[in-house]
C-alpha cells in the first residue's frame, strides 16, 4: 500500500520559513518523481514544485519560484519543500503527489495534505 504522509506546516508570519517534508512508503521511490501542490480555501488544487526523480530536474510555479526549493532524498525515500519569504497568499493546504515523470507528477499518488497559514 502506498503511502505518502507530509508533516512540517504551520502557522507562520509574513516573511518567514517553514521546511515541509513527505515521507514514502510501499514504492520504489527511485521510480517516480514527486512533487508538491496546494489547495487555498475555495480554490482549485494548483502545482507548487516538482522534481525528477534523481534529482536533477526541478520545476516551479512562477508564484514560488525563488522563494521556494524543492529536494529529495532517495535514500530516505523523503522529499522536502523549503519555503521562504512566505506570503499570506501562500496559505494553503499543502499536499505530495508521486508521479512516473516530472510532468505527470499529479497523475499517481497523493498525500493527506498538511495546513500551511501565514499570517500577515
Known amino acids: 500500500q502506498v503511502q505518502l504522509v507530509e508533516s512540517g506546516g504551520g502557522l507562520v508570519q509574513a516573511g518567514g520559513s517553514l521546511r515541509l517534508s513527505c515521507a514514502a512508503s510501499?514504492?520504489?521511490?527511485?521510480?517516480?518523481?514527486m512533487g508538491w501542490f496546494r489547495q487555498a480555501p475555495g480554490k482549485e488544487r494548483d502545482f507548487v514544485a516538482a522534481?525528477?526523480?534523481?534529482?536533477?530536474?526541478?520545476n516551479y510555479a512562477d508564484s514560488v519560484k525563488g522563494r521556494f526549493t524543492i529536494s529529495r532524498d532517495n535514500a530516505k525515500n523523503t522529499v522536502f519543500l523549503q519555503m521562504n519569504s512566505l506570503k499570506p497568499e501562500d496559505t494553503a493546504v499543502y499536499y505530495c503527489?508521486?508521479?512516473?515523470?516530472?510532468?505527470?507528477?499529479?497523475?499517481?499518488?497523493w498525500g493527506q495534505g498538511t495546513q500551511v497559514t501565514v499570517s500577515s
Open positions: 503527489a508521486a508521479g512516473t515523470a516530472i510532468a505527470t507528477v499529479g497523475n499517481g499518488y
Open positions: 510501499g514504492l520504489t521511490f527511485l521510480n517516480y518523481a
Open positions: 522534481i525528477s526523480r534523481v534529482g536533477t530536474i526541478t
